[in-house]
T-cell receptor
Framework: ETGVTQSPTHLIKTRGQQVTLRCSSQ?????VSWYQQALGQGPQFIFQ???????GRGNFPPRFSGLQFPNYSSELNVNALELDDSALYLC???????????FGPGTRLTVT | AQKITQTQPGMFVQEKEAVTLDCTYD???????LFWYKQPSSGEMIFLIY??????QNATEGRYSLNFQKARKSANLVISASQLGDSAMYFC???????????FGDGTTLTVKP
């Protein structure tokens, strides 16, 4: 049990639409990272938020954006959805003492 | 840039036997951390074991051990006494120093046979 929850579990959207994915972590976890995991591949880093500011970004276009709130929840927003955005989206909160990340169960997004 | 390579897309092991999952990495950093995660079909990534680049001893956590060969840039995961519940996808990952990003390999699917 990592204490990280994500919603929704599954989501189906149409190409061109916008989507918001949500993540909630434990009190005191002031860092959140988002990853995209395509089928059969490893997670790819999208971005990280620390104390409500983005402080690291992977190779993803600006239509991927995020927010972090004071209550340790976070959102990932994706605009103008493309078919290739179909993937499992993982949220990971604060690092443990060895730098390990605590992951949520993910949201599986399907774009048709 | 950091890179993780896992060359075994799939592995099979008999229950109660040991198995080694391969991982090689590439980085120009002197200080780094290496991790192994397990991902069951449910999707959640579960942290298994950590090895720091300056650690002289190989890490161990219960049935998991990490065979760290720094000169070869390899960090293989050894699972002893495999159990049916070990069937899952396994990812090797590297953390950039002072950064939020972790770089993952493409994983190895482990199937434990009864």
């Amino acid at each position: 049990e990592t204490g990280v929850t994500q919603s929704p579990t599954h989501l189906i959207k149409t190409r061109g639409q916008q989507v918001t994915l949500r993540c909630s972590s434990q009190s005191g976890h002031n860092t959140v990272s988002w990853y995209q995991q395509a089928l059969g591949q490893g997670p790819q880093f999208i971005f990280q938020y620390y104390r409500e500011e983005e402080n690291g970004r992977g190779n993803f276009p600006p239509r991927f954006s995020g927010l972090q709130f004071p209550n340790y929840s976070s959102e990932l927003n994706v605009n103008a959805l493309e078919l290739d955005d179909s993937a499992l989206y993982l949220c990971a909160s604060n690092r443990g003492p060895q730098g390990e990340q605590y992951f949520g169960p993910g949201t599986r997004l399907t774009v048709t | 840039a950091q890179k993780i390579t896992q060359t075994q897309p799939g592995m099979f092991v008999q229950e109660k036997e040991a198995v080694t999952l391969d991982c090689t990495y590439d980085t120009s950093d002197q200080s780094y951390g290496l991790f192994w995660y397990k991902q069951p079909s449910s999707g959640e990534m579960i942290f298994l074991i950590y090895q720091g680049s300056y650690d002289e001893q190989n890490a161990t956590e219960g049935r998991y051990s990490l065979n760290f060969q720094k000169a070869r840039k390899s960090a293989n995961l050894v699972i002893s006494a495999s159990q049916l519940g070990d069937s899952a996808m396994y990812f090797c990952a590297m953390r950039e120093p002072n950064a939020g990003k972790s770089t993952f390999g493409d994983g190895t699917t482990l199937t434990v046979k009864p």
